[in-house]
């Protein structure tokens, strides 16, 4: 049994005709005439919240959050936060109605309690502690506690079970 194969090319003079597909994309005239707007976020309302305890470094009550600059983890549009700092306006502690902690952990977290409601204690980025729960589904109870370096577990901790209602 013998196999021939025979490859054929086109000769200058050779009736063999190729046919590709036409690939020039559409074009349109028409104007792009639909808009897409984006709903309002709304910011959140106050916080229903305040601690008994704060970090010995924080300088007096809580001061206005528009000092705090380009924040990662409380300035997320539609929150509303709590914060405060220290004799040389750095952040000290952020308490944060609106978002959870933008960020995954950076470690291990533990389950706590906080105002009778189950929530999460970790680490975030550059020695940032948080601590972080949820009252329901509606966005504006979500709860984040956030204390800026020098802290620690325990320190977040403590914060995190002073809180009561601000009534």
């Known amino acids: 049994m013998v ?3 025979a490859a054929c090319s086109g000769e200058a003079g050779s009736s063999t005709a190729v046919t590709t597909p036409d690939t020039t994309p559409a074009t349109s005239t028409t104007p792009h005439t639909s808009t897409t707007t984006l709903p309002t976020l709304e910011s959140c309302a106050d916080i229903p919240y305040r601690p008994l305890v704060v970090p010995d470094r924080a300088a007096g009550l809580e001061t206005d959050p528009a000092d705090l600059g380009d924040d990662p983890y409380s300035t997320i549009p539609g929150t509303t936060i709590r914060l405060w700092v220290d004799t ?3 952040p000290v502690m952020a308490l944060v109605r ?3 902690p933008p960020e995954p952990w950076a470690g291990p977290t533990a389950r706590v309690e906080v105002l009778r409601e189950a929530a999460a204690l970790g680490p975030l980025q550059d020695g940032v502690w948080a601590v972080a729960w949820f009252e ?3 966005r504006c109870d979500l709860y984040t506690l956030v ?5 620690s577990a325990e320190e977040a901790l403590s914060v995190a079970e002073s809180l009561i209602p601000d009534r």
Not at 147 to 151: A, D, E, I
């Open 3 to 5: 196999l021939a194969l």
């Open 88 to 90: 040389d306006s750095e």
């Open 98 to 100: 609106g978002a959870l």
């Open 136 to 138: 329901s589904e509606d």
């Open 147 to 151: 204390l800026y370096p020098p802290t």
